[in-house]
């Protein structure tokens, strides 16, 4: 029997919860909400979700801030996030992401657009047959353990910017178009503005450069970008 997906609902509106729950719900999916941040987090404290659909607009602590306090937090810095909100503009868009989230949603939104966004971060966020490293130069990824280690150290990612940096190790001094790079790392099927991927590049690239790599990470002007370790 299929293993059915664990999410976590965060909205402080209960017709809304309600409409998500009943949706997922119908999906196979099993389901439980919080009535905001604080709620959330004893939730999560309980039982870890597999995924977590976050409000933006909520009282006390609001998307945004709850998502990154779960980036910081080393028990939940990988579980995926879908921020759901009514902020419509590329700069929300982009606060949103640089926040954390794995993926953005505007509301109203189609129950049906909701589960296939789901799963589709769900997808690049599983392990799947992948065994082994990576190395290049002084990173590595070990693909079991979906640690990445620079001179042993470990850097914390989340799902989402854990497989863009797989994917570029995978791929080394190829450069990619933003656009290649959202149907290799995001999927050929999830249709998201390629200024997503500027976000986790950039997100990224602050992570090597605090681990003392930034370099490896570089910009193709008019392109794209590439990975090449320093020499």
């Not at 006390?60 to 910081?72: A, E, K, P, S, V």
């Not at 937090?73 to 992401?97: C, N, Q």
Request: aromatic share 6%; charged share 30%; hydrophobic share 40%.
């Amino acid at each position: 029997m299929k293993a059915q997906h664990k999410v976590l609902v965060v909205d402080d509106e209960p017709a809304i919860r309600d409409m998500i729950q009943f949706a997922l719900e119908s999906a196979g999916m099993k389901v439980q909400t919080a009535v905001d941040g604080h709620d959330a987090l004893l939730r999560i404290s309980e039982s870890r979700p597999d995924i977590i659909l976050i409000d933006w607009m909520m009282p006390g602590i609001n998307g945004r801030d709850l998502t990154r306090r779960l980036r910081r937090d080393s028990l939940t810095e990988e579980i995926p996030i879908i921020m759901l909100t009514a902020r419509v503009t590329e700069d929300d868009k982009v606060s949103g992401l640089e926040s954390g989230a794995d993926d953005y949603l505007t509301k109203p939104f189609a129950p049906r657009e909701l589960i296939a966004r789901i799963n589709a971060v769900l997808r690049r966020g599983k392990p799947g047959e992948k065994t082994g490293e990576l190395e290049i130069g002084r990173l590595k990824i070990d693909l079991i353990s979906r640690r990445v280690l620079c001179d042993g150290n470990e850097i914390h990612l989340g799902p989402t910017d854990f497989r863009l940096l797989e994917f570029f190790m995978s791929h080394p001094r190829r450069a990619y178009t933003r656009t290649q790079l959202l149907d290799r790392v995001w999927g050929a099927n999830v249709y998201l503005e390629e200024r997503t991927v500027d976000v986790h590049v950039r997100r990224l690239r602050k992570a090597l450069e605090d681990a003392g790599v930034s370099s490896y990470l570089q910009t193709v002007r008019g392109h794209g970008y590439r990975f090449l370790a320093e020499e």
